[in-house]
T-cell receptor, first 112, second 114 residues
Framework: EAQVTQNPRYLITVTGKKLTVTCSQN?????MSWYRQDPGLGLRQIYY???????DKGDVPEGYKVSRKEKRNFPLILESPSPNQTSLYFC???????????FGPGTRLTVT | QKEVEQDPGPLSVPEGAIVSLNCTYS??????FMWYRQYSRKGPELLMY????GNKEDGRFTAQVDKSSKYISLFIRDSQPSDSATYLC??????????????FGQGTILTVHP
């Protein structure tokens, strides 16, 4: 089944404790991105990657890191999480930048 | 000013009603217009994808784009309880440094009650 998977689905952590949210797609898509979704603000892009080893900032990159060492994986790293990073995070992938984006199921992160 | 504005609702309608969801955008460079549907505790999924002005129909759903007024709409005919979800409009352009980047509206929460 073609899909985007994210882990974990739910995470509660404390300020400053490094964490990684994994994202994997099995559709051989070149383009992957991370979004955060907050009430009243919609989906905002954090980082995106057009191919292996090619990443760039989206609209809200502060406090986040990404890497793209393999085509299928695009982890999101929070090196020192803060409470304002409490949010619902989505990973997405697409064949190209203008193609339909397929979203993962989301990761609900709470930073206390 | 946000690049894409969408009335967050919530919108509650009886089953069988015609639903109209709307967004406005500010940048005339946007050329691709999408509607995503997001069920509770799920990721968004693409519902409609249109390019440039005009209408596109798919079953009970019609997407409408008016580039002259920078206005996009989604109409749902004969709405069903299974249509209850958050609907997100999204826009994209085909050139420049933001090529292909999706900009989303805030989303409209729709409930269709039996």
């Amino acid at each position: 089944e073609a899909q985007v998977t994210q882990n974990p689905r739910y995470l509660i952590t404390v300020t400053g404790k490094k964490l990684t949210v994994t994202c994997s797609q099995n559709m051989n898509h070149e383009y992957m991105s991370w979004y955060r979704q907050d009430p009243g603000l919609g989906l905002r892009q954090i980082y995106y990657s057009m191919n292996v080893e090619v990443t760039d900032k989206g609209d809200v990159p502060e406090g986040y890191k990404v890497s793209r060492k393999e085509k299928r994986n695009f982890p999101l790293i929070l090196e020192s999480p803060s409470p304002n990073q409490t949010s619902l995070y989505f990973c997405a992938s697409s064949l190209s930048r203008l193609s339909e984006q397929y979203f993962g199921p989301g990761t609900r992160l709470t930073v206390t | 000013q946000k690049e894409v504005e969408q009335d967050p609702g919530p919108l509650s309608v009886p089953e069988g009603a015609i639903v109209s969801l709307n967004c406005t955008y500010s940048n005339s460079a946007f050329q691709y217009f999408m509607w995503y549907r997001q069920y509770s505790r799920k990721g968004p999924e693409l519902l409609m994808y249109t390019y440039s002005s005009g209408n596109k129909e798919d079953g009970r759903f019609t997407a409408q784009v008016d580039k002259s007024s920078k206005y996009i709409s989604l109409f749902i005919r004969d709405s069903q309880p299974s249509d209850s979800a958050t609907y997100l409009c999204a826009v994209s352009n085909a050139g420049g440094t933001s090529y292909g980047k999706l900009t989303f509206g805030q989303g409209t929460i729709l409930t269709v009650h039996p």
